[in-house]
């Protein structure tokens, strides 16, 4: 199957400092790609949708300031958490879809990022 | 509107015990269907799928589901729990056509497979 690499793993941060999580399509150009929070022992909510070179599409209540999102590429996109606090503390988790048979119906998750703001 | 619904947040079995986790959907359009297993800190892993063509999927690792169109739903199926199938479950929705890709998921189950 196609493969999405996200990075980092994990991250600790001070709260105020920003961080930025990276999502990688390693074999196959991903045309869009979604950003997902996962709360514990919750389930994954959607935060944005972004497409290659244009602007990310937010769900409701999803601060854009706050999380921003670059999608430069078919290949990477970016989720920077602006001015952390420790209430954004969570698992996130970016998945990829692209062109062709599979692309149309599947999107491919990356490991997923667990970010604490201390 | 998409929405999912997985009755049961914890499910237990014996090894070598069915395991049957429920899924019911509502989708205002035909949707696609899917079952996603997550270990602990990591991303989730599809199991399998429904688009189209034949209602009974068979996935990795000897799960299975049906797509009940009349009863709405997509319950997830494995004839003999093995211990490695401890995990967190997902079913999820996503509309086919359009962003066929943007998943709306059920709350999650967690399977526990006892000794």
């Known amino acids: 199957g196609a493969v999405v690499s996200q990075h980092p793993s994990r991250v600790i941060c001070k709260s105020g400092t920003s961080v930025k999580i990276e999502c990688r399509s390693l074999?196959?150009?991903?045309?869009?790609m979604f950003w997902y929070r996962q709360f514990p022992k919750q389930s994954l909510m959607l935060m944005a949708t972004?497409?290659?070179?244009?602007?990310?599409?937010?769900e409701q209540g999803v601060e854009k300031d706050k999380f921003l999102i670059n999608h430069a590429s078919l290949t990477l996109s970016t989720l920077t958490v602006t001015s952390a606090h420790p209430e954004d503390s969570s698992f996130y988790i970016c998945s990829a879809s692209g062109t062709g048979a599979r692309g149309d119906t599947e999107a491919f998750f990356g490991q997923g990022t667990r970010l604490t703001v201390v | 509107a998409q929405s999912v619904t997985q009755l049961g947040s914890h499910v237990s079995v014996s090894e070598g015990a069915l395991v049957l986790l429920r899924c019911n959907y509502s989708?205002?359009?035909?949707?696609?269907l899917f079952w996603y297993v997550q270990y602990p800190n990591q991303g989730l892993q599809l199991l399998l799928k429904?688009?189209?063509?034949?209602?009974l999927v068979k996935g990795i690792n000897g799960f299975e589901a049906e797509f009940k169109k009349s009863e709405t739903s997509f319950h997830l199926t494995k004839p003999s729990a093995h211990m490695s199938d401890a995990a967190e479950y997902f079913c999820a929705v996503s509309k086919a056509s359009g962003s066929a890709r943007q998943l709306t998921f059920g709350s999650g189950t967690q399977l526990t497979v006892l000794p």
């Open positions: 074999d196959f150009q991903a045309t869009t």
């Open positions: 972004s497409n290659e070179g244009s602007k990310a599409t937010y």
């Open positions: 989708s205002s359009v035909p949707p696609y």
């Open positions: 429904y688009t189209t063509g034949a209602t």
